[in-house]
């Protein structure tokens, strides 16, 4: 499983001498390589490995193995906002594991586990199809408030612009014919 990011130096005062010495697209990929490497963190913290490989469907990976994949053929920055969004799966997730009422559905990633369990929607139904739409949203809106606490450094804007890009292929996917 090849990591998403290379180990960045250990020694602050000589990784600090090296970006002073960098051109600002050198620190830009030092700064997003170890915004790489908090998230990896954060979801290790989780119980979660990443797994970053080329072609890779970006999804969570519940139960026994508990995997985040992502497609490592993006840019760094899409990387991080890809993260983020499945980091909000995981969020959502134990939103629901830790809710008082565990048989009522919570938007995320745990709403395909909860859907599974109880049969309540027919595979290509609408109601389905709205449920998995909203669930991709709450995910992509619990991923950005994760990456302002997480000081993930992507900004708004360019994070709304990879948001838009995925929600638009899944309202394109829930539009098609059932």
Request: aromatic content about 6%.
């Amino acid at each position: 499983m090849p990591p998403c990011s290379p180990p960045l130096p250990l020694v602050v005062s000589v990784q600090q001498s090296q970006q002073s010495q960098q051109s600002p697209r050198g620190r830009a990929k030092a700064t997003e390589i170890h915004q790489m490497q908090r998230l990896e963190e954060w979801i290790g913290t989780r119980g979660f490995e990443l797994e970053c490989s080329p072609g890779a469907e970006d999804c969570v990976i519940f139960g026994s193995t508990r995997m985040v994949s992502i497609n490592s053929r993006q840019s760094r920055r899409s990387k991080i906002a890809t993260l983020l969004h499945e980091c909000g799966h995981i969020l959502i997730y134990e939103a629901r594991r830790r809710s008082k009422n565990p048989a009522r559905p919570v938007a995320g990633a745990s709403f395909r586990d909860w859907e599974t369990e109880t049969r309540r929607y027919a595979p290509k139904s609408r109601s389905r199809k709205v449920a998995v739409l909203t669930e991709e949203l709450e995910a992509w809106e619990r991923g950005w408030a994760l990456g302002r606490r997480l000081r993930s450094g992507i900004s708004k804007k360019y994070y709304d612009g990879i948001r838009i890009k995925a929600v638009m292929t899944y309202v394109r996917a829930t539009s098609a014919s059932p």
